[in-house]
């Protein structure tokens, strides 16, 4: 696998925050992800009136993963997974995922997804150990 480009995915993720929908909190957020198939994909926060149906930036980011690009039928081995994600405020500065979307993230790329954070590059599994996947279904 070839370096990843933070700055890059940290600009993208920057972009994707000025596009949030954060008329409540008024906290924008913005995701950006490589994945598996080359593309550079974004997503960011979509709040909703009623809280609990807002969507986080990360929520974004997976419906990119699956909905973008060409339309074909893809098999099981053919559906993308996210390599590197980078999710940033405001200011551009690196936010950690919250739980949940830990496990979204984990879902659609594994322990071994690699996130920006405040204190570096971390593997998710340092923030997620012991998730629960797939392979226990």
């Given at each position: 696998?070839?370096?990843?480009?933070?700055?890059?995915?940290?600009?993208?993720?920057?972009?994707?925050?000025?596009?949030?929908?954060?008329?409540?909190?008024?906290?924008?957020?913005?995701?950006?992800?490589?994945t598996s198939d080359g593309r550079v994909i974004t997503?960011?926060?979509?709040?909703?009136?009623?809280?609990?149906?807002?969507?986080?930036?990360?929520?974004?980011?997976?419906?990119?993963?699956?909905?973008?690009?060409?339309?074909?039928?893809?098999?099981?081995?053919?559906?993308?997974?996210?390599?590197?994600?980078?999710?940033?405020?405001?200011?551009?500065r690196p936010l950690t995922p919250c739980g949940r979307?830990?496990?979204?993230?984990?879902?659609?790329?594994?322990?071994?997804?690699l996130l920006e954070t405040a204190t570096g590059i971390?593997?998710?599994?340092?923030?997620?150990?012991?998730?629960?996947?797939?392979?226990?279904?």
């Amino acid at each position: 696998m070839d370096v990843i480009d933070w700055d890059l995915l940290r600009g993208a993720a920057k972009v994707a925050m000025s596009r949030a929908y954060a008329r409540y909190s008024r906290f924008p957020v913005g995701a950006a992800a490589l994945t598996s198939d080359g593309r550079v994909i974004t997503g960011s926060n979509i709040e909703n009136a009623s809280y609990g149906l807002t969507l986080c930036a990360e929520c974004s980011l997976i419906s990119a993963l699956h909905g973008a690009g060409e339309i074909k039928e893809l098999t099981f081995s053919e559906v993308p997974r996210l390599l590197a994600v980078s999710v940033v405020d405001r200011e551009g500065r690196p936010l950690t995922p919250c739980g949940r979307c830990r496990q979204l993230l984990y879902e659609h790329g594994g322990p071994e997804l690699l996130l920006e954070t405040a204190t570096g590059i971390r593997r998710l599994t340092e923030y997620l150990p012991d998730a629960f996947g797939p392979e226990y279904l």
